[in-house]
């Protein structure tokens, strides 16, 4: 099945049929940055995971790993990378969040010869803490400035020398949701100098189209995950690892090794090969059964990157058309100014009450966000225009009586 775009911009939107169970119709779920409704389907997947553990016990796992595989397929597709895990060139590790891949990755990179990372001050908090913290350790970190997402891409390829064990950034900021552009040329950079290249592609995947090849990628790692624009839910997230990587991370579970278990060496630590080295141990599959079907409801439905950012961009232009109509005190409330063909799947506004104004928001069932004095509405394919209107004529309400 398909949609026309103006079919989601209607009232009621078609697709808000299929997520009953989160009443997409009944509040103005702004939050499709952070963490989008699960259709109706994903309730099928978490049954069929009681189901199996029920039917088949301790030889469940079988079923379970034919999930992983469906989810690491739904992925790859979405970063333009679904020919390379089917030929073998590229392969995908699964966990639970981001950070658990990332602190593996980090545990695999050669830091006692090469003691230097190099990112963005502009990172999610999982990788910006943790990088914190191995600064305190005495590891090298070089930050550059991330306020205008033009210059990050050359800023770290001049960051790079033989001293980086790796490069770490986004292809979208998640504080303010502009895309970054010339990854590539960073990237490219990297390798010449020996440094691996890593991208959270965490605010891309699923709403800005993204073909890792055609970006210039293909050396990269990837790493995402679903509970925002795939509505996965909690639990799904990937790091995508190029051809003819032979990482050792320190920080392993049994199953990095689970491939040749009964041949594993004695006084040894055996790895599988490309991402199964980043392999954890035994974990809750549910999450997996879930994204399954949903991987499924949104191929069988149309929902492509390409269809969704045309959505997300209808959104958000009309987010900020509306904002500006309502011409509040730019002291109160105002709108950054820039090319919203740069923007995510979000908008975002400054407020130094951004916090008061969530909440006040919340209490009219009109769910958004804030970091700081960024408030940071997300629409997502379910809400209809009307309600998107409703949703900033709330919040010029609200502004108004600050």
């Known amino acids: 099945m398909g949609y026309r775009a103006e079919e989601l911009f209607e009232e009621p939107n078609a697709l808000a049929r299929h997520y009953s169970r989160f009443r997409v119709q009944d509040r103005i779920l702004l939050t499709g940055h952070s963490h989008q409704a699960w259709p109706d389907y994903a309730r099928e997947g978490q049954l069929a995971a009681w189901d199996d553990a029920a039917r088949l016990t301790d030889d469940k796992w079988a079923a379970a790993f034919a999930q992983a595989e469906r ?35 980090l545990s695999a990179l050669p830091l006692r010869g090469r003691p230097k990372l190099v990112t963005t001050d502009g990172e999610f908090h999982s990788l910006r803490r943790q990088l914190t913290r191995l600064e305190e350790e005495g590891v090298e970190i070089v930050r550059v400035r991330s306020e205008e997402p033009d210059g990050i891409a050359e800023a770290l390829a001049e960051a790079v020398c033989d001293r980086t064990a790796a490069v770490l950034a986004s292809s979208v900021l998640f504080q303010s949701g502009r895309i970054v552009p010339g990854l590539g040329h ?3 950079a990297s390798r010449r100098c020996g440094a691996e290249f890593v991208v959270d592609a965490y605010h891309q995947v699923n709403v800005v189209p993204f073909d890792i090849h055609s ?28 051809a003819g990587r032979k990482p050792r991370p320190v920080i392993t579970g049994w199953f990095a090794e689970f491939e040749r278990l009964e041949k594993a060496p004695r006084g040894g630590v055996a790895y599988g090969v490309g991402a199964a080295a980043y392999g954890g141990a035994t974990y809750d599959p549910t999450s ?20 969704l950012r045309q959505v997300s961009q209808h959104q958000v232009r009309l987010l900020a058309r509306c904002f500006d109509q309502i011409d509040l005190d730019p002291e109160t409330v105002r709108r950054p100014q820039h090319d919203l063909t740069s923007q995510g799947g ?28 960024a408030l940071r509405l997300g629409p997502a394919p379910y ?4 309600q998107i209107r409703d949703a900033i004529g709330q919040l010029g309400e609200l502004a108004r009586t600050l």
Do not use: I, M
């Not at 333009?80 to 060139?89: K, P, Q």
């Not at 990628?217 to 690892?241: D, I, M, P, S």
């Not at 949903?294 to 929902?303: P, S």
């Not at 006040?360 to 009109?366: A, S």
């Open 215 to 242: 970006e210039g990628l293909t050396e990269a790692h990837v790493v995402g995950g679903g509970y925002k624009y795939c509505q996965l839910g909690e639990g799904n997230c990937f790091l995508r690892v190029p």
């Open 186 to 188: 960073a990237c490219a």
């Open 288 to 307: 997996q059964y879930r994204a399954s079907r949903v991987f499924d409801f949104l191929d069988d439905e149309g929902l492509t990157p390409t269809f």
């Open 346 to 373: 979000f908008l975002v506004l400054t407020a130094p009450k951004a916090a008061e104004l969530t909440q006040q928001l919340r209490q009219r069932e009109v769910w958004v966000d804030s970091r700081g004095d």
């Open 71 to 105: 989810v690491e397929r739904g992925f790859a597709e979405r970063l333009g990378d679904g020919e390379s895990l089917r030929r073998g060139d590229s392969s995908y590790a699964l966990a639970s969040c981001v950070h658990d891949l990332l602190v593996r990755f």
């Open 383 to 386: 809400l209809s225009d009307r």
